[in-house]
């Protein structure tokens, strides 16, 4: 074998070995559209609760917040929303074997009961 043949032969056998010993990440650069990636959202937080009746949820807003609830009763019963920032909490009336939604345009709420009454109190 001549020495060019026997040059060519150890250099593919290196290159070969350094493949293997290489992580596949540093072995080639990726492609500009594939090191491209979309931001990162992270999940809002949902709330979760239920009274004798009612269940509810509602997911942390910026402006508005929408309250999710479903009445398994027969009659009609209230949830009390306290709010952030707001003395006087807020009566939502949910009607019996109703499922539906209630947007709030205020600020978020902090705690929510289910109540047999409820007087909406105006300050």
Known sequence: MSNIRVGVIAAASATALATLTVPASAQAPAPASASVQAPQVSAKKVH???????????????VSTTIYFNNHCKQARWLKVWRTG??????????????????????????????????????
Do not use: A, F
């Open 48 to 62: 979760r609760g239920h009274g004798k009746c009612i269940n509810w949820s509602w997911g942390d807003g910026n």
């Open 86 to 123: 707001q003395y006087w909490p807020k009566c939502i009336k949910v009607n019996g074997r109703t499922k539906g939604r209630k947007k709030i345009w205020d600020s978020k709420p902090t705690k929510i009961r289910e109540l047999s009454k409820c007087v909406q109190q105006r300050g």
